[in-house]
């Protein structure tokens, strides 16, 4: 048997830097539109429509406001919902608005319409081979944990952190307290994700070194195309 020695802790971000929603990284406006096909075929709704009601709406478009009182899954559903309902009703769909909401919200959830990117798995494979512990730890659904068993990679990430579960999301220093406290307060770490704010600033803010993947921003220290240059910067020195 080959005992592997533990090298450190890789904290994931799951949207557009693991795998993408059923329409594309962040994809509820359209999910919303989804729903419209559905319940009132040929309704002329855009996601510009339905913008002017959600922006700014979701847990995470205001991270530093705690959310506490949503750990629940049916009490973050029912806050989301919410929003979703009163978007329905400011494009005129009043009377199913509630439907609408619930289905939206389903569309989004079902992890069986989730898919991750072609190195992924390769990837994470490989460092977990070279003695690499990985973290999800997203803004995200509370159906995450779920959905990355349906995805495969419950074989692979040992420690799911998720905003629904801690009513915190990154960069809120205490959402990444949380991360660092349910991976055993790692000496050595890094944060991969695709958003500068949430996954790089709050990461490094927090003490863990930080790479910038599948976008760009002129601030960050380190930016990786894919998931294979991230491994490359992560292997090629430890991180403190």
């Not at 002329?44 to 705690?66: E, H, I, K």
Request: proline share 6%.
């Amino acid at each position: 048997m080959v005992v592997v020695t533990r090298v450190g802790v890789i904290f994931w971000d799951f949207d557009g830097t693991l795998g993408y929603g059923p329409h594309g990284p962040g994809s509820w406006r359209p999910c919303l539109i989804e729903a419209l096909d559905q319940l009132h075929p040929g309704h002329g709704v855009t996601p510009a429509d339905l913008r002017q009601f959600t922006r700014n709406r979701y847990p995470w478009s205001n991270p530093d406001v705690a959310h506490t009182h949503l750990v629940s899954a049916a009490e973050w559903w029912a806050e989301l919902e919410a929003v979703f309902g009163e978007a329905f009703e400011g494009v005129g769909y009043v009377e199913t608005a509630t439907e609408l909401a619930n289905l939206a919200g389903r569309f989004y959830a079902d992890g069986s319409r989730w898919g991750l990117f072609e190195d992924t798995i390769p990837v994470l494979q490989q460092l977990r081979d070279n003695g690499w512990q990985h973290v999800v730890f997203s803004n995200n659904v509370p159906e995450l944990e779920t959905n990355l068993g349906l995805l495969g990679l419950n074989q692979i990430v040992e420690v799911v952190v998720c905003s629904a579960a801690i009513g915190y999301e990154k960069p809120h220093p205490e959402a990444y307290r949380c991360a660092l406290r349910a991976a055993g307060h790692p000496r050595t770490r890094w944060m991969v994700g695709d958003n500068f704010q949430a996954d790089v600033v709050g990461a490094e803010q927090a003490g863990i070194p930080a790479i910038l993947v599948r976008s760009e921003h002129p601030h960050a220290q380190r930016r990786a195309r894919d998931l294979v240059e991230a491994a490359t910067i992560i292997t090629a020195r430890p991180a403190g």
